[in-house]
């Protein structure tokens, strides 16, 4: 009855010569199938987002991919049985296949990161089984492919306790330990009742499956403490490299930023917000102290060292009772010194490793698994709800800092996200080749991104980003609701820097003092103070929030002298010029010099008011923009209107003076960079 395929084959070579185009053919097959099937769960994502464009996409992308992933893993273990002698009938090799197929497609939906590569485990162990005398009965198989449904179920299960009680091991080691060992416990299981297998598997998917729909459900409010009316619980929110004009409530496109704008409705949201530096070190260090660049001096060079000297915000409102916790996505916030004051620091390691491997780059690029292009948003999320529930002292008000990186470079993604900024396939797929290629290019392919529709699609990949961190930052602040009273809580959400999106040729936002870098988002959500929809004009900077929050506790601020002042509204007078600089230091030495001219070498200072732009370039390449006629600051007026030129040159070295000078050393202390932190800030873009 049974029309083996190696029946006459006892070299195993041989036998694997004989079948293997059968074998892909199958596996061919299959992956199409499992494509198919998989584009239907993504419908009922599409359902809900009117996106009708999505699943003719979903199929084909999804289709290729188990197709990518099947005919690869079929030869492998078909290879191997080949060559250790086992025989398969017809039948049996699709029972196999129908086993590898099931886990694939539950791989896929719940993407975490071991299972897929312990996915031919169970199909070699049922191929093994399948294959002894005793076990030759197809009902053998069948009832093993549900009993790896149900381990994948139980994986879910552990990803599920994992995001709701922040437990101590990583999603993708516990979610494949779960996988292996109860794959194991069943298999003996069914071994030893040899009969009624059937039965007994199905009933164990079933148990599992409502266990892990039991397990999904919305957690409700958890140890909710008492609310605080004098102490506030405070948590600051960067959202790191977030450009203004995306948000909807700063007139960006409808629907990206759904997150944001409701909680812009519930904000105070200022519209003249500035940073007083272009990228990310710098920036925190004038949020953290308070300092413009100039005065704390951490400015120069990807791993400067914020000075000890230095008292920043979380020493500051330790002395005031409050517990503090830092999570940060941003490896150049690590080994900075930035922690100084925080008693809990985590700076959030995403797999950077596999994540640059070909392999990986192509998965990211057909759309799986997500934790793999997430830049730290998922497990910032974690550690939030495990410091919430596990680590908080209930006795104190505490200061949360959270720096999420998803529109950071390289943007790249999920697909769903992509999907839903480009709306049609051969876009999609020009833009994810743009989005992965990041990856490996030595310097930032991205920079060299001409005018047209390269440059357009970089755009709407950044979109993409955007996007994705919204619906990151919805789940973040979800899980904050559930654990405090929002409204007792200071909520503060900025950005440290934007990013440059080809305004004038530039790109990213090292070299770059526009307003698309400097001008940054600002929300502050606070009921009692802050009413909420407010809109604040007038021009503040990112060191204004330290001030601000010692008046909405309406204690004095343990550093004196700061810049800054307070932005509740009841006392808010915008200042008449943001400042901001462009120090690039022993940074130069890293960037790859024919990226850049030599005179975007320049140290920059920028003043800006409401209507004039002042760019001082230590290279004498000064430029003066009127705002108000060349938003785009296109066109430079320094020779043109001198007048204005001088003024403001006045006013900037003015200014300058009222700031002290870091003094107490050259310039800060730089940190060691090992061989671990120098990768992950390559992959950021900043060193090659
Ligand atoms: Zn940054």
Known sequence: MQTSAYSDGADGSAALRATWPGVVVSSALLGLAGGAVYALCEVAFVATDADLYFPVASVAIYGILVLFLSVPLGLIVWGGASLLGWRL?????????????????????????????????????????????????????????????????????????????????????GAALTAVAVFTVAVLLVRLLKRGTLAVSTALVVVVAVGSAWSWRPFGQINTPAPSLMRPNIVLIVLDTM??????????????????????????????????AAWTLPAHASLITGLFPRTHGCRADIHHWIDEEMI?????????????????????????????????????????????????????????????????????????????????DRERPFFLFVNLLEPHQPYLAPLRHRAAVIDNIADLSAASWLGANQYESTEWDIRRVGPGRNSELARK??????????????????????????????????ADHGESLGENGRW???FVVNDAVLRVPLLIRFPSRFPAGSRITGICHLTDIVPTIFDVLNEPCPQDSLPGRSLAPDEFRGAEYAYSEWTPGAMVRRVTPRAFRKSQLSNLRVLRG??????????????????QSDPAESHNLYRVNEEISRS?????????????????????????????????????????
């Open 89 to 173: 009938s017809a039948r049996q090799q699709w029972a196999v296949h129908a086993a590898l197929l099931l886990q694939l497609l539950l791989v896929l939906l719940l993407r975490p990161m071991l299972v897929l590569l312990l996915a031919p485990v169970p199909w070699l162990t049922c191929a093994w089984l399948a294959n002894r005398r005793a076990l030759n009965d197809m009902r053998w198989a069948w009832s093993l492919c549900a009993i790896a449904t149900a381990a994948c179920l139980l994986a879910a299960d552990v990803l599920g306790w994992k995001r709701s009680t922040g437990g101590g091991v990583t999603d993708e080691f």
């Open 243 to 276: 450009r203004r004009d995306v948000l909807g409530c700063y007139g960006g496109p409808p629907g990206l930023t759904s997150c944001l704008d409701q909680l812009a409705r519930e904000s105070a949201v200022y519209d003249d917000a500035y940073s007083p």
């Open 312 to 392: 920043t915000l979380p020493e500051m409102l330790q002395r005031h009772g409050y517990q503090t916790a830092a999570i940060c996505s941003n490896a150049v916030l690590d080994g900075a010194n930035f922690e100084q004051g925080f008693e809990r620091f985590e700076c959030v390691d995403v797999p950077m490793g596999l994540e640059h491997m070909r392999i990986t780059r192509l998965l990211q690029l057909l759309g799986l698994p997500d934790g793999w292009i997430d830049k730290g948003s998922v497990r910032s999320t974690c550690e939030l709800v495990n410091w919430l529930d596990h680590e908080r």
């Open 461 to 494: 990949m950044y979109e993409a980003e955007v996007r994705y961190q919204d619906d990151a930052l919805a789940e973040l602040i979800e899980d904050l609701s559930a654990r405090v009273e929002l409204d007792q809580t200071l909520l503060i959400v900025t």
């Open 508 to 510: 990213g936002h090292l």
């Open 610 to 627: 409401t209507r004039f732009k002042l760019v001082w370039s230590s290279g004498g390449d000064h430029q003066l923009f009127d705002l």
């Open 648 to 688: 403001m040159e006045f006013a900037m070295e003015k200014l300058r003076d009222a700031l002290p000078q870091y003094s107490i050393r050259e310039n800060a202390p730089s940190a060691p960079l090992d061989d671990r932190h120098e990768l992950r800030l390559k992959h950021l873009g900043y060193i090659h």
